[in-house]
């Protein structure tokens, strides 16, 4: 008699990028496992051949996993495991529809892109990228400037941010560390973080005009695409700082150019662009006013580790005939039950 643990074994999954050795371990032993052996994504001809014939696919942000690869999908096929907190790149509707499930990894990353957006706040504030090349192209030629290089101050300034979800509260944490006053605009209300934080709900456009630093947190949907425009750059202070760690197109990017040269606003820290890599020639690269970063809030050894054993997990949760602890589209559960509790 074969037991769940070969008929388990007998599933095949792809890959779509290595994973850290620990979620990798964890796929082998598991299933059988092809992975996508470049650092570029794979071509989607290439997903929609695989989805024919695996069980489920481990993908990135980077692949668009649109209808037309979903329906390409075998009778086999079960579910989507993504190695992100966002999944605008999987047709979530298309996916219930075949009865595909399709996970993410939430909370993991959250303390960690903190971190980073903070970073970015406080380098963007105090010029540091900046410095940094002024250094090393041999710029520095007076022992001490009263006025070189002068920033921003962070300590007991405000700080306004767009997006009070678990990532934002953990920003507006580490403001209120810095005796920040924190505002927050977002669709709902968060009374926790009032309470506890001291953050104080506000309209959009209060923000924009009180902020000294501007955050964004916020998925990408059609209500955020180009959220920050020049209408509301406008808005800004001068001397106040975007930071956005968010998705790339909730920022417009041209507008954005035409706010920092023409000095709507004092600077900006974009982790995240409308195009990603983005294109070596954007004009905003060119700016000394903008610190720039690869998509990397969430890259530490531990958070990129932990993200990618969630979704290792996810995975043999789906192939078990569980219903995984990440599942974003619960719908899926009318079209497809579990098959086991």
Known sequence: MVN?????????????????????????????????????PPPKSLLIEKVKEVDGL????????????????????????????????????????????????????????????????????????????????????????????????VWGKTIGIIGLGRIGSAVARRAKGMNMKILYYDVYRNEQAETELGAKYVPLETLLKEADFVTIHVPLLPSTYHLMNEERLKMMKKTACLINTSRGPVVDEKALYKALTEGWIWAAGLDVWENEPT??????????NVTAAPHIASGSIATRTKMAVMAAENMVAILEGRVPPNLVNKEVLEVRPPEKE
Do not use: C
């Open 58 to 153: 481990i993908s990135l942000l980077t692949e668009q996993i649109d209808e037309e690869v979903i329906k390409a999908a075998g009778p086999q096929f079960k579910g989507i495991s993504q190695v992100a907190v966002g999944f605008n790149n999987i047709d979530l509707k298309a996916a219930t529809k075949k009865g595909i499930y399709v996970t993410n990894t939430p909370g993991v990353l959250t303390d960690t892109t903190a971190d980073f957006a903070f970073a970015l706040l406080m380098a963007v504030a105090r010029r540091v990228a900046e410095a940094d090349r002024y250094v090393k192209a041999g710029k520095w030629k007076v022992p001490w400037g009263l006025m070189m290089m002068l920033g921003q101050d």
């Open 279 to 288: 294109d070596p020639d954007n004009p905003l690269l060119k700016l000394d």
């Open 4 to 40: 769940s643990l070969t008929l388990l074994n007998q599933r095949k999954i792809y890959v779509t990028r290595t994973l850290p050795e620990e979620a990798m371990k964890l796929l082998h032993s598991n299933f059988e496992v092809e992975v996508w052996p470049d650092e570029m």
